[in-house]
């Protein structure tokens, strides 16, 4: 069965610093890796990652896949509060794009 | 460019009614998937649909129900409900590449 862990559960920093969230995953057939936001609502696209793109940047955010280490890592740089939040790993680890196996999510918290 | 409508937003239930849930994805999308969210399981994917034809389905009973119409519009139904369905309704609209954009979610408790 696909399985997508991420780490740490929570995470609580001050405004400014930078952080690091760690998603990894055990698939029977890689496609991609997507990342998304979830504040009080529905999860915000951030990126998806393929074999042919495997680092993607937006503003502060930026993440880098690993296929050999079979890991994906989201960064996070001079945070803000509006980056609480909890973000989500998911992989459409089978032949549809569309069934994607979540991972519990990253609690991130940042104090002002 | 609108992006995923979904109706009701909120909704009470008892146990043993049905619910439907509607959802309207981007245009031009034709893929529609739905997940469940809740705190213990957090998201699980319920079904997908492509072209009024369901391509995939998740692991849950046969009272969770969908289907999609011609204009790619989709609708989920619960039937018989139970307490435990009280949860956050989520569809979601593919691009071709495989990039998911969610709703707002419906949220529907089970009293």
């Known amino acids: 069965e696909d399985k997508v862990v991420q780490s740490p559960l929570s995470l609580v920093v001050h405004e400014g610093d930078t952080v690091t969230l760690n998603c990894s995953y055990e698939?029977?057939?890689?496609?991609?890796l997507l990342w998304y936001k979830q504040e009080k609502k529905a999860p915000t696209f951030l990126f998806m990652l393929?074999?042919?793109?495997i680092e993607k940047k937006s503003g502060r955010l930026s993440s880098i896949l690993d296929k050999k280490e079979l890991s994906s890592i989201l960064n996070i740089t001079a945070t803000q509060t509006g980056d609480s939040a909890i973000y989500l790993c998911a992989g459409p680890f089978n032949f549809r794009n569309e069934k994607l196996t979540f991972g519990t999510g990253t609690r991130l918290t940042i104090i002002p | 460019k609108a992006g995923v409508t979904q109706t009701p937003r909120y909704l009470i239930k008892t146990r043993g009614q049905q619910v439907t849930l509607s959802c309207s994805p981007i245009s031009g999308h034709r893929s529609v998937s739905w997940y469940q969210q809740t705190p213990g399981q957090g998201l699980q994917f319920l079904f997908e649909y492509f072209s009024e034809t369901q391509r995939n389905k998740g692991n849950f009973p046969g009272r969770f129900s969908g289907r999609q119409f011609s204009n790619s519009r989709s609708e989920m139904n619960v039937s018989t409900l139970e307490l435990g369905d009280s949860a956050l309704y989520l569809c979601?609209?593919?691009?071709?590449?495989?990039?998911?954009?969610f709703g707002e979610g419906s949220r529907l408790t089970v009293l």
């Open positions: 393929t074999s042919s793109g």
């Open positions: 698939v029977t057939n890689f496609r991609s």
């Open positions: 979601a609209s593919a691009t071709a590449a495989g990039e998911l954009f």
